[in-house]
């Protein structure tokens, strides 16, 4: 799912509208989306999220179609293999919680980790290489709905800018909440690859820690709360996936393609079928209509 777009290093989603970009163009910078999942081996939902994810992408849907043409996906669904083969809640074989240890990881202790850490850092490096977007998948055991943890900086305007992808992501999904999502740089959380990778990775990227509920959601204007389904968290992939869409602005090259395709959450599902199943300390202000994760107990052991 690799294509390449001009190397424009002014460009910004708002200036990208109708824009038709030469992405086979030889030299071409590849922007890059890195996501990550199941560091903490008792997560589950991380992985049925994920699926939804590389199922989406590797569809014929015609948004993926135009997301593969427009951005590289580098995927690492499991980064704590060992710790699920033998059911660890958290830890690797040798008891590491890997999402503490991203600012130095051992090749021999936290192989997984450093092989990962080695290649963004790969990316980082090659100049024909943007890497834009950093997602860390998790399950939450007390919160509610899906929600985002993201960073804290100094630049006002990287700082907002951060804010854009949850902003739109809550839009496209009906269990995910904005008002639970939240930015800090908590010193307890400085090895985890969401405050690595957004010290080390320059202005234009984001990174985020992306939490689903281990139950439940509520949608926004209702007070019942839903259970989630293996179902229901592969959808929360799917629109993880389609809000780079929204984010790049890159509707009209679906339209080009002239296969009716739904824009709004609630209309019917698009004529793409996924395959049977296989085997906060400082927030934004809560957004008109948003869904309130009205179970959030801030236990730091819980917290990704
Ligand atoms: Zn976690």
Redesign the pocket.
């Given at each position: 799912m690799n294509t390449r777009v001009v190397k424009d290093k002014s460009w910004r989603p708002s200036q990208a509208a109708g824009e038709q970009r030469d992405n086979l163009r030889e030299g071409a910078e590849q922007k890059v989306v890195f996501i990550t999942g199941r560091?903490?081996p008792g997560?589950t939902p991380?992985s049925f999220v994920c699926q939804g994810i590389i199922d989406f992408l590797i569809s014929q849907h015609p948004i993926a179609r135009v997301l593969r043409e427009h951005l590289v996906f580098k995927i690492a669904p499991m980064l704590n293999p060992d710790g699920v083969y033998l059911g660890n809640y958290?830890c690797s074989l040798m008891g590491f919680d890997l999402?503490r240890h991203w600012l130095d990881p051992s090749p021999w202790a936290h192989p997984t980790l450093y092989g990962v850490k080695q290649l963004i850092i790969q990316m980082y490096n090659d100049p024909k290489t943007s890497l834009e977007f950093y997602i860390d998948i998790?399950?939450h055991s007390t919160m509610m709905n899906g929600f985002m943890y993201g960073n804290v900086f100094e630049d006002e305007e990287r700082f907002q800018r951060q804010a854009i992808f949850p902003k739109l992501l809550c839009q496209n999904a009906e269990d995910f909440s904005y008002s639970s999502t939240s930015f800090n740089r908590d010193a307890v959380k400085a090895g985890t690859g969401r405050r690595f990778l957004g010290g080390l990775l320059d202005h234009t990227s984001s990174c985020y820690t992306l939490e689903v509920s281990f139950y439940s959601y509520i949608s926004g204007g209702t007070t019942a709360a839903v259970p989630y389904t293996e179902e229901a968290y592969m959808k929360l992939g799917r629109n993880v996936a389609r809000t780079f869409l929204d984010y790049y602005r890159l509707d009209p090259m679906v339209e080009k393609m002239a296969i009716p395709m739904p824009r709004l959450r609630k209309e019917r599902p698009p004529p793409y079928k996924y395959p049977l199943r296989r085997g906060p300390t400082s927030s934004y202000p809560i957004s008109k209509g948003d869904k309130k994760s009205s179970v959030n107990h801030k236990d730091p052991s819980n917290s990704?």
């Open positions: 560091v903490h997560e991380s958290r999402n998790h399950a990704f």
